[in-house]
């Protein structure tokens, strides 16, 4: 099967040694029908996105209209990756009534899953929309924690899944209580696959993650500060720490800021992207949308900064839609040459 190629490190905290070179921007995946892109989520939730015509805190509220779909932050990549005629497949949890409905909904979109069935039930997770003032107000559950014995049937199903796939996008935070290696086992497996990994995480689990040369971190100024424990104010520190995360192994780092521009660097490179304006409906789910796009234009064989051009338009499509994930590609093409990239390639930055 051919893959994207990875760069060869000699990072200490390696273990298992990789079999040839990766490299972005890699030939599409020629002679093959599809390029499946494994979706690795522990966090899913039934999602339901309910609309006031006025919300006001402490009185009776009659909803306008509700949406309820499959979401959390993988699911919104597959989702996202269907739309754009990939080819996910979602592997994680579920468990009770709100799992099954969820997995029946991707099935419905006829996305592939491979799911552990746990004793504990899904997530709901809500969204709350003002259509007077447009302010969106999310109401978030806990995942419940998986037992030892889930986290292993996962870990097998990846050891399986990752011979077949093309791409792993890991996304979202780990529930609480998790162990804080659970991301770096995964990119550990996906390295003897030789599969490449997107990780849009924060914290711990992220800085564990490192050591396995994870192709692209994407994370927006929120949960770099968090990660990095440090303020973010100037455009500097933004560089400083993302700086911080390809020292640690991190390939290529997307740092983004909602409006404001999207950053990606290298160890020597950087490039800024200004999203195109559009008419914001619900900003929820659009990272994961622009995780979904840069995933689809690597195993497409575009360059990372094509791929994350591709991406920032997936967001902004997104971000113009009720429900997460359910963008219009029609859109996202037009959006793509409206996405502003600050000469393709700055000057080599000393970061």
Not at 126 to 145: F, G, Q, S
Not at 239 to 268: C, F, H, P, Y
Not at 279 to 293: K, R
Request: glycine share 8%.
């Amino acid at each position: 099967m051919s893959r994207i190629k990875r760069v060869v490190s000699t990072h200490p905290c390696i273990q298992a040694p990789l079999k040839r070179g990766f490299f972005v921007g890699a030939p599409p995946l020629s002679g093959k029908e599809t390029r499946r892109i494994l979706c690795v989520g522990v966090t899913p939730c039934l999602q339901r996105t309910i609309r006031f015509s006025s919300l006001q805190l402490g009185q009776v509220n009659r909803a306008h209209s509700v949406a309820v779909s499959s979401g959390g932050k993988s699911i919104n990549v597959a989702r996202t990756l269907k739309a754009l005629k990939e080819s996910p497949l979602v592997a994680g949890f579920a468990g009770g009534e709100t799992g099954n409905t969820m997995v029946s909904f991707l099935e419905e979109m006829g996305i592939e899953t491979d799911i552990v069935w746990t004793d504990q039930p899904t997530r709901i997770c809500t969204t709350l929309i003002d259509r007077t003032t447009a302010c969106v107000t999310e109401l978030v559950e806990e995942a419940p924690l998986p037992t030892p014995d889930e986290w292993s049937a996962l870990d097998e199903k990846l050891s399986l899944l990752l011979a077949e796939s093309d791409i792993m996008v890991v996304a979202g935070a780990p529930p609480p209580g998790s162990p804080e290696d659970v991301y770096a086992r995964f990119a550990c497996r996906a390295q003897a696959s030789e599969v490449a990994v997107l990780i849009d995480a924060r914290g711990e689990a992220l800085m564990q993650a490192l050591a396995y040369l994870p192709v692209l971190v994407k994370l927006n100024d929120q949960e770099l500060v968090a990660t990095c424990g440090r303020p973010i104010d100037t455009e500097g520190a933004l560089r400083e720490a993302a700086q911080m995360l390809i020292s640690g192994g991190a390939q290529w780092v997307l740092v983004t800021q909602g409006k404001k521009d999207a950053w990606l660097l290298n160890k020597t490179l950087a490039w800024h992207f200004t999203p195109p304006a559009v008419h914001v409906l619900n900003t929820v789910g659009s990272g994961d949308a622009t995780t979904a796009g840069i995933a689809a234009g690597l195993v497409r064989g575009q360059s990372m900064p094509d791929a994350v051009q591709l991406g920032i338009a997936c967001g902004s499509a997104n971000a113009t839609t009720l429900t997460p994930g359910d963008v219009d590609a029609d859109l996202v093409k037009k959006l793509v040459p409206e996405v502003g990239v600050a000469g393709s390639k700055l000057e080599p930055v000393d970061i």
